[in-house]
C-alpha cells in the first residue's frame, strides 16, 4: 500500500505523524511525507521520504507569526463553545478570519505540486495533519482514501466548523457565507473536483488525545496512543540520576521571551518566584532567553533542549503553555500540569485536567509571580493531582500503539479509496 503523509512546515505538526509513518514502513508499505521545502531537513533525520512541494514564502511568514508575541493578529480561542456567545457572527468571524490566515496561506502554495505527485504516485492512503487541507485536496483528486491525524488534544478544530455548521443552517440563503466551503470549492474546481463536508473532516479521524479528553464529534475515530517523537535528541549525563528532590520543568516556548502576565511579569520573575522552594526547577531556556535572567537560584538547572519523553517522567510537576507536544508527553509521563493557557485548544485541555483533577489553569493574563507559585506548591503537596495523572497516564497506555491502528487503517482505506 502507498502512503502519503502531508504537513505543512512545521515540525512539531509533523512529528506527531513520525511514529505512525515508521509503523506502516515497518508493515512493509511504502511511505512518503510531503511538505513545503523548509520540512525536508526534518522529514530525512526522521529516516523517511521527504517530497518538497510548493514553496517557503507563506509558511514561513505564518511560522514567525505564530511564534511572534507581537502578531497583530488576534489570538483565537476555540475551547469557545457557549450558545450566547457563539453567534452567528461569531462563528462567521471566526471561519473568515482562519481560512486566508491559517488554511489557505499555509496550503494554496503546496496544493499544485502536491496534486501532481499524487497523479503521479497514486496514493492509496492520505493522512493529513488538520491545518494541511492540501492533504485532503490531493486525495480528492486522485481518488485515495484520506485521515486527518490529530497531534493531541480535543478536536476543537472539528467543533468550532460544526457549530459554524449548525448556524449556517440557521441563515436564510441569500446570507449563507461559508469562507473554508468557498476557498475549498474554488480550489477542487481547479482539478476538476468537487467540494463537500467530507473534505474538511476527513473519512475519518486518528486522535491521539485519551479517551476523557475527546469531544463527542459525529464522525469516526480511530484511537491511537500517543507516541513522542522530538527530533534529533540526546540524553544529557544529569538525567541518569534519579532526583534527589521534587523536579519540576518549566517550559513556556517563544512566549516567556517578552511579559507574560498583565503587569509584565517575566521568566526571570516566575524561577525568581520559586528559588526559596526545595525543588529542582528544569528551565528550558535559549540562549536569548537566559540573557534576561539577572541570576540562576540555586534550585534551577538551565537547558536549551532536553527530550520531554525523557525528562517528564523524572517530573513531579510540568509549568507550560499548552502545547499539543507537550501536554501529550505529559499524559503520557503522568504528570500534573499547571498550564499558563489563552489561546486555540490550550484554555479547553485546562479546564478538562482540572475537572479531571491532573492539573490547574493559570491564565497568563492573571499570571503573578505568587499566583505560579501558590499553585505549584498546591500540586506538589496535594497527592491527588499526581493519582489523576496517573489515571489519564492508564487512559493513553490502553489505545493501540501506532503498530496496532495500521491493520485498521488498512481495512478503512480498502473501504474509502475508489
Not at 35 to 63: K, R
Not at 117 to 123: E, G, I, K, V, Y
Not at 268 to 293: K, Y
Not at 324 to 347: E, F, K, N, Q, R
Amino acid at each position: 500500500m502507498r502512503v502519503l503523509f502531508t504537513s505543512f512546515a512545521h515540525n512539531t505538526h509533523f512529528y506527531s505523524s513520525v511514529p505512525l509513518a515508521w509503523a506502516f514502513r515497518a508493515a512493509g508499505h511504502d511511505v512518503r511525507v510531503a511538505s513545503q521545502p523548509a520540512l525536508t531537513e526534518a522529514i530525512t533525520q526522521a529516516g523517511l521520504t521527504a517530497v518538497p512541494v510548493g514553496t517557503d514564502h507563506a509558511v514561513h511568514d505564518f511560522a514567525q507569526q505564530q511564534s511572534s508575541t507581537n502578531s497583530d493578529h488576534p489570538e483565537v480561542n476555540l475551547a469557545e463553545d457557549r450558545p450566547e456567545i457563539v453567534t452567528w457572527d461569531f462563528a462567521l468571524g471566526i471561519q473568515t478570519m482562519l481560512t486566508p490566515l491559517l488554511y489557505a496561506k499555509v496550503n494554496d502554495g503546496m496544493v499544485d505540486d502536491l496534486v501532481a505527485f499524487a497523479r503521479s504516485w497514486q496514493p492509496d492512503l492520505v493522512i493529513w495533519e488538520p491545518f494541511t487541507y492540501a492533504g485532503a485536496v490531493a486525495a480528492r483528486v486522485t481518488g485515495a482514501a484520506h485521515a486527518r491525524l490529530l497531534w493531541g488534544g480535543p478536536d476543537v478544530q472539528s467543533r468550532t466548523r460544526g457549530l459554524f455548521l449548525d448556524r449556517l443552517a440557521e441563515q436564510p440563503p441569500e446570507h449563507r457565507d461559508d469562507p473554508l466551503a468557498e476557498w475549498l470549492t474554488w480550489t477542487l474546481d481547479r482539478f476538476g473536483a468537487e467540494f463537500d463536508e467530507e473534505v474538511v473532516t476527513g473519512q475519518w479521524t486518528i486522535d491521539q488525545a485519551p479517551a476523557s479528553t475527546r469531544l463527542p464529534l459525529p464522525q469516526r475515530i480511530v484511537p491511537m496512543r500517543y507516541v513522542p517523537y522530538n527530533g534529533k535528541s540526546v540524553i544529557p549525563d544529569w538525567l541518569h540520576e534519579a532526583p534527589k528532590k521534587p523536579r519540576v520543568c518549566l517550559t513556556l516556548g517563544v512566549s516567556a521571551r517578552e511579559a507574560l502576565g498583565g503587569d509584565g511579569v517575566s521568566v526571570a520573575d516566575l524561577i525568581e518566584a520559586t528559588a526559596d522552594l526545595d525543588i529542582e526547577l528544569i528551565a528550558t531556556l535559549d540562549s536569548s532567553q537566559r540573557e534576561l535572567l539577572p541570576r540562576v537560584p540555586d534550585n534551577t538547572r538551565l537547558v536549551d533542549f532536553v527530550p520531554m519523553h525523557a525528562l517528564l517522567p523524572t517530573c513531579s510537576a510540568i509549568v507550560y503553555h499548552g502545547g499539543a507536544g507537550t501536554w501529550s508527553s505529559a499524559l503520557l509521563a503522568g504528570v500534573p500540569h499547571i498550564m499558563l493557557a489563552d489561546m486555540y485548544d490550550s484554555v479547553l485541555k485546562a479546564e478538562q485536567l482540572e475537572r479531571l483533577g491532573a492539573g490547574l489553569l493559570q491564565r497568563p493574563a492573571d499570571l503573578t509571580p505568587r499566583s505560579l507559585r501558590d499553585k505549584l506548591v498546591r500540586v506538589l503537596e496535594n497527592p491527588s493531582f499526581a493519582e489523576a495523572a496517573a489515571k489519564l497516564r492508564a487512559e493513553v497506555l490502553a489505545d493501540p500503539s501506532p503498530a496496532e491502528v495500521v491493520g485498521v487503517l488498512e481495512r478503512l482505506t480498502a473501504e474509502h479509496r475508489s
